[in-house]
């Protein structure tokens, strides 16, 4: 029986985690395309990511593969002979147990430790490669957007030495519009169009640039009105001042679990409580999948994988709700996240009972 589950188990986690894989690349890869992420940072976020998902593909695996396993013995009668020899719910719990205490070992090592620091260097390799993307050297023939999409730059060509030849340069400066004014009546925004014949990128990889451009002209007005100024220089300097992406403040499932412990925030407590929840859904689980895996006879091997998808479902997203819940103060701490593990158990009670009802003659082998 150990066997059959960690068989099924194993097979389930790897097909899950495969298709849940492909999502995780297609997501990866356009996020790389629109930020030109380099190739060695797709697989680093690749293989972070999987780490996250497999906290979420370990339970279902593990209540499936006990479905699976258990069904097939019943399918094909030998939970009967097993049954017959005096075997009874303990003895079906037992080798199944065991393997579980390993899955919640691992799910536990995952929570606490493995993915929030995956999540934190996952975070970090992106912003760095978003750094890099935006700080870094312009290049021609590409146009790019600074200032949230307010200040776009356009370079035809650029030399060995880093000159830009044939710039433009269009920038967008929102009026500033008196209090009184209503937000339906706000001023349309000024534009500046600045063309130089060439130009060089000062601080490239800082936070902090200058763009200086030689040999152009600068054009200054409201589009829709005809009063636009024009300024010939020799040289002129745009600057630029861009957001650090690494200085966000990290996230509650970026911190670790001993900063969770002291912290007393609400997302940070509803993130800790959920990290327990991950290793003790496996517990849960099992208690259900026991009971659940139980045919009629004749009824088909899979006849109660639809009921089982559905309880998983449900619980599933119970404990999400109870997260929502407890984030934004609705629910009290002292019960989180317990009072869907309590209901969830309570449940699978009822169905061992009425699986097995106390009381009942057990089959006693009798040696001929």
Request: glycine content about 8%; aromatic content about 10%; some cysteine.
């Amino acid at each position: 029986m150990f066997r059959e589950v960690a068989v099924s188990w194993l097979a389930v986690t790897v097909v899950l985690l495969a298709i849940l894989l492909a999502n995780q690349l297609a997501r990866v890869l356009s996020q790389a395309a629109a930020n030109d992420f380099p190739r060695d940072v797709v697989f680093a976020l690749i293989g972070l990511t999987t780490t996250g998902n497999l906290s979420i593909i370990m339970p279902i695996g593990f209540f499936l593969a006990i479905m699976l396993a258990l069904g097939r013995l019943y399918h094909e009668s030998e939970m009967a002979a097993i049954q017959a020899c005096g075997v009874g719910p303990a003895g079906l719990f037992r080798p199944i147990t065991i393997l579980g205490v390993f899955i919640m070992a691992l799910l536990a090592w995952l929570s606490f430790s493995a993915i929030p620091a995956a999540s934190a260097r996952a975070q970090a390799i992106r912003a760095e490669a978003l750094r890099d993307a935006q700080f870094g050297l312009l290049e021609p023939g590409r146009f790019r957007t600074f200032d949230g999409g307010n200040i776009v730059f356009y370079a035809e060509r650029v030399d060995s030495n880093g000159i830009l030849y044939n710039v433009n340069v269009f920038i967008e400066r929102p009026a500033k519009t008196d209090q009184a004014v209503e937000a339906a009546t706000q001023a349309p925004s000024k534009w500046e169009i600045w063309t130089a014949t060439r130009a060089e990128q000062r601080g490239a990889g800082q936070a902090e640039q200058t763009f200086v451009l030689y040999d152009g002209e600068r054009y200054e007005g409201v589009p829709g009105e005809g009063g636009f100024r024009i300024i010939k220089f020799s040289e002129g300097g745009i600057p630029i001042r861009l957001g650090d992406p690494g200085s966000r403040t990290a996230k509650a499932d970026m911190k670790s679990t001993a900063d969770l412990l002291a912290s007393s925030d609400l997302d940070d407590v509803a993130e800790l409580q959920w990290r327990i929840a991950t290793p003790v859904s496996a517990l849960v689980l099992m208690a259900l999948a026991v009971p659940l895996a139980r045919l009629r006879p004749r009824q088909g091997r899979f006849g109660k994988m639809g009921i089982a998808i559905l309880v998983y479902f449900i619980y599933q997203q119970s404990l999400v709700a109870a997260r929502t819940w407890l984030e934004s103060g609705v629910m009290p701490q002292f019960l989180g996240l317990w009072w869907v593990h309590a209901i969830a158990l309570v449940v699978a009670a009822g169905l061992l009972l009425r699986a097995y009802p106390i009381g009942r003659a057990r089959p006693v082998a009798v040696a001929g």
